[in-house]
């Protein structure tokens, strides 16, 4: 399913660099989340938007940040890249106007701080 | 808070027997619990999702269970067959702001 896609896939960095994560979608849904998975735990919501003027923090938002460039594109920032922001970065939509309350989750990107 | 967890986190079936994935909450004001299927190197995918004040939700080849009183959720898999093969993860998700919150997931491995 290509409707969430996300550049890039893998990532290596070294601490201290910037990076940013893209995410863009095709499915007109208003509502985007930034999550992070680490290996043998769950999802964590990093950044949420329910359209382009709202953008609000998750449950750890710190070292991150994020734009909401159109409806369709929703980017996360590592502003100084540390090793502990090791992880798997999930994008994610969703339109509850339609009354199903589904995410629709992007194939991730896995990076590396080194 | 809520906590979502998991009981176990890796399951083994043999072809064609039933699964039960098990999971336990701690809020008692949920509103939606949402299970997640994640196959490796993708994304979770969404299987099936409940209401808090429905015990019993089906879909095709799947089952949610709902127990309220002890704060429980289950997901069965009849018949379960090598594709699925995957981590499941419980959610819940706060209907009035649409933030989902994850378990730990459980890892089940299908025996041919």
């Known amino acids: 399913d290509a409707d969430v896609t996300q550049t890039p896939r893998n990532r290596i960095t070294k601490t201290g660099k910037r990076i940013m994560l893209e995410c863009s979608q095709t499915?007109?849904?208003?509502?985007m989340y930034w999550y992070r998975q680490d290996p043998g735990l769950g999802l964590q919501l990093i950044y949420y938007s329910f359209d382009v003027k709202d953008i609000n923090k998750g449950e750890i938002s710190d070292g991150y940040s994020v734009s909401r460039q159109a409806q369709a594109k929703f980017s996360l920032s590592l502003e100084s890249a540390i090793p502990n922001q090791t992880a798997l970065y999930f994008c994610a939509t969703s339109d509850p106007g339609q009354g199903r309350n589904e995410q629709f989750f992007g194939p991730g990107t896995r990076l590396t701080v080194l | 808070g809520e906590s979502v967890g998991l009981h176990l986190p890796t399951l083994s079936v043999q072809e064609g027997d039933n699964s039960i994935i098990n999971c336990a909450y701690s809020n008692s004001a949920s509103d939606y619990f949402i299970w997640y299927k994640q196959e490796s190197g993708k994304g979770p995918q969404f299987i099936i999702d409940i209401r808090s004040n429905m015990d019993k939700r089906q879909g095709q080849r799947v089952t949610v269970l709902l127990n309220k009183t002890v704060k429980h959720l289950s997901l069965q898999i009849a018949a379960t067959q090598p594709g699925d093969s995957a981590v499941y993860f419980c959610?819940?998700?706060?209907?009035?702001?649409?933030?989902?919150?994850f378990g730990a997931g459980t890892t089940v491995t299908v025996r041919a």
């Open positions: 499915k007109g849904h208003d509502r």
């Open positions: 959610a819940y998700l706060a209907y009035n702001d649409y933030k989902l919150s």
